[in-house]
């Protein structure tokens, strides 16, 4: 590149992912995505699973940039096979503090990563200790902000489902079934389809849980109530 040349960044992804949804219950994490990349508001590319799994320890989702992402899978391999090395799996806990430092960096270059991404995991050393074993669950946004929780939902999710799924949380807490967390999740989701024009009812459950490890599910689909159309004459 010479140095007369433009600099040339992305400012607006092309084909994106929308919202992902993750619950963390009594021995694992639950993590939900539909199975649509869109260009713009067309749902460009259907049967598009957005989780990654890292190893038995760890699953990634994302919502932004779908070509972004897939940059970024060739560096989490990179990161793995360094970390196999040493003869260890990396934790979701260092995939976490890792991405965030480089989702920064490139912020601070003015060539940010168009992604939200979810790392989800239990720690290797806390799985035989059930007493202590406490799952994971990291967010870490495009500008390198990341934070630790017990629930999230991103994009437009963020805007219309972490009150209800943090209700549903509150009420069992820590004590939360992996049956009745997939069920909080498939509630969300029919949530998201009423207001959500770029989401699918295609969608698919993975989970990381201390007995199983990382599981990826199959694919599903959820219909919805749309008797409540009936209602809804806003034709202005």
């Known amino acids: 590149m010479n140095a007369h040349d433009e600099v040339q960044r992305t400012l607006n992804p092309t084909c994106t992912g929308t919202s992902v949804i993750a619950l ?3 021995t694992g994490v639950v993590v939900l995505t539909d199975r649509v990349v869109s260009y713009g508001k067309m749902a460009r590319y259907k049967n598009v699973s957005r989780q990654y799994k890292v190893n038995d320890n ?6 932004g940039d779908h070509a972004d992402f897939h940059w970024l899978q060739n560096v989490i391999e990179r990161q793995v096979l360094l970390w196999k090395r040493f003869d260890q799996d990396i934790g979701p806990k260092a995939l976490h503090g890792y991405l965030t430092s480089l989702l ?4 601070c270059k003015m060539n940010p990563i168009w ?3 979810v790392v989800a995991g239990v720690e290797e050393e806390e799985k035989n200790n059930k007493e202590t074993s406490t799952p994971f669950i990291g967010v870490i946004t495009q500008k390198g902000c990341a934070y630790q929780v017990k629930h999230i ?14 209700d549903e949380w509150r009420k069992k807490g820590e004590n939360l079934s992996r049956e009745d967390a997939e069920a909080v999740l498939r509630k969300s989701l029919e949530l998201t389809l009423y207001h959500d024009c770029v989401a699918d009812n295609e969608f698919e459950i993975g989970r990381v849980d201390a007995n199983e490890g990382v599981v ?3 694919e599903e689909k959820i219909i919805g109530d749309w008797s409540i159309a009936e209602t809804n004459c806003q034709y202005e």
């Open 24 to 26: 963390q219950y009594k």
């Open 115 to 117: 992604n939200t991404l």
């Open 216 to 218: 990826l599910g199959n």
């Open 153 to 166: 939902a991103t994009g437009l999710g963020a805007f219309l489902l972490n009150q209800a799924v943090e």
């Open 104 to 107: 920064y960096a490139r912020r």
């Open 58 to 63: 760890v699953l990634i989702a994302f919502g």
